[in-house]
């Protein structure tokens, strides 16, 4: 087994972005950088290391051509001879000395004698069998000499990457903590394309991402948790006008409803302490759990809120000592094993909090089970009881949501029993209730009562439908 130690794997990192290579363009020359991508390539596709000069100098040649430095003339034998003299390339089936000559001297040298070439043996290996590893290697190359191209049609055109990047996920060979000097860098990587706004995403499809830089000062940065203010509403750096459910702001509410996580990426300054200290860093993947709209307080002006959470295993920070700190997976505590009356808690009492490695409510769900048991497993909206062979199924929804930042009460009267539609409708806000019991619908849902259904045993506080309400106004 290869040694994957960090002073081991830093040092082929460090030689992949040390390249002896031409800047006498102020651009530098990338004739190098192709063709280790394209080794790279070989290795992650389990073909054979090293490979002829005759096999290989057309293919390297039409790379060369198509991505090379503008007005630079494609030369495969530069890159396949200069290469060796670096810790990451071999060459074997050379008799004596590779000769430095330029021009159709080397050519002739390497027509004649056919060397093949190929990267050194362990980090071939390497690269074949740690797919993180090479993720950072493709990463490293194409920071470094790649900034201003789209890196998306170099990985498809040297075979590391086998369809174009549908901008949903993880972006291709962009590791978790990347940091990227502006965006421009970010829009070549395919991790956030547009250069001003804040969300990636058209109003008829999921976000792709999203930019947390201290724009809007409501904005929450919790680390696994982040509290997100929409786009628009603003002019000159300043609140004027209502924000609408549109654009970046609709995409967010089409991911909340599909569950598609969206990339989050965070930039350098004093808004958050989980900001890098400069540039801006991707951090992982995110789902968006929830969205409303609330009146800000100095101008009363509406804004769309977002609130996300990291993806378990898909996230990391830098912490302030430039080490990779993982966020720990969000596991929940195990639920009592003796069955216990359920006591309701005093009124606005909040769910308990625990202190682990991190702060989480504790949801009860025996209360929830209990709201279900009590109306038959009954939807109140529309009278349905759903069967299955396990038993009757049904949804527990509460009116003030859980967690921040509405922090609602885990408490039976802060609680509905509905079936999935319009469990569904009413987090979206698709569904509003009034104090009395009176259904109100955006769109047609289909089967709703007038009246919220009732039973004995179970009532609602007003107070948690009138916050419901005013989270979800328009």
Request: charged content about 25%.
């Amino acid at each position: 087994m290869l040694d994957e130690s960090t002073s081991f794997t830093t040092g082929y990192l460090d030689a992949f972005t040390s390249l002896r290579v031409d800047r006498s363009s102020g651009q530098p020359a990338l004739h190098q950088p192709i063709v280790l991508l394209w080794a790279i390539a070989r290795a992650r596709q389990g073909k054979q290391r090293l490979i002829s000069w005759h096999a290989s100098k057309e293919e390297l040649s039409a790379l060369l051509a198509h991505h090379g430095r503008p007005g630079s003339t494609p030369a495969p034998e530069f890159p396949f001879t200069a290469l060796h003299r670096s810790p990451l390339w071999t060459l074997e089936g050379v008799p004596g000395e590779v000769p430095q000559a330029r021009g159709s001297s080397l050519r002739s040298w390497l027509d004649e004698h056919n060397p093949k070439g190929g990267l050194e043996k362990d980090l071939h290996e390497l690269l074949a069998r740690s797919g993180k590893f090479g993720e950072k290697a493709v990463c490293h190359l194409l920071q470094t000499y790649f900034a201003d191209a789209q890196w998306q049609d170099i990985l498809l055109d040297v075979g590391l990457q086998t369809e174009p990047f549908h901008g949903f996920g993880p972006a291709p060979y962009v590791p978790i903590g990347t940091v990227f000097a502006n965006r421009d860098a970010l829009a070549a990587a395919n991790v956030h394309r547009p250069l001003q706004a804040g969300i990636w995403g058209k109003q008829k499809e999921d976000a792709k991402s999203i930019v947390v830089s201290g724009g809007y000062e409501d904005d929450e940065d919790l680390g696994t948790e982040i509290i997100y203010t929409g786009q628009g509403g603003m002019t000159e750096g300043r609140h004027t006008h209502h924000q609408e459910l549109t654009r970046g702001n609709a995409a967010l509410v089409n991911s909340a409803a599909s569950g598609t996580p969206v990339r989050v990426i965070r930039g350098a300054g004093d808004h958050s302490p989980y900001a890098p200290a400069h540039g801006l860093r991707y951090d992982g993947l995110y789902r968006v759990e929830d969205y409303w709209s609330e009146r800000r307080a100095v101008d009363d002006l509406r804004i769309w809120r977002f609130r996300l959470r990291a993806v378990d295993g898909e996230t990391s920070l830098l912490g302030t000592d430039g080490e990779t700190v993982n966020f720990p997976t969000l596991v929940p505590l195990p639920l009592p094993t003796t069955p216990e009356a359920v006591a309701e808690p005093d009124p606005g009492q909040r769910p308990d909090r625990r202190t682990a490695i991190t702060q989480r409510l504790v949801r009860s769900t025996r209360r929830a089970q209990r709201v279900k048991e009590l109306h038959d497993y009954t939807c109140q909206v529309c009278g349905i009881r759903i069967s299955t062979p396990t038993g009757a199924y049904a949804e527990a929804a509460h009116i003030r949501p859980l967690g921040r930042p509405h922090d609602g009460p885990d408490r039976m009267d802060n609680i509905l029993c509905l079936c999935p539609n319009h469990h569904v409708a009413f987090d979206f806000g698709m569904l509003t209730i009034g104090d009395d019991g009176s259904l109100y619908e955006r769109g047609t849902l289909g089967g709703a009562l007038p009246r919220l259904r009732t039973v004995a045993g179970h009532s609602i506080d007003p107070a948690y439908l009138a916050y419901h309400r005013k989270h979800h106004e328009e």
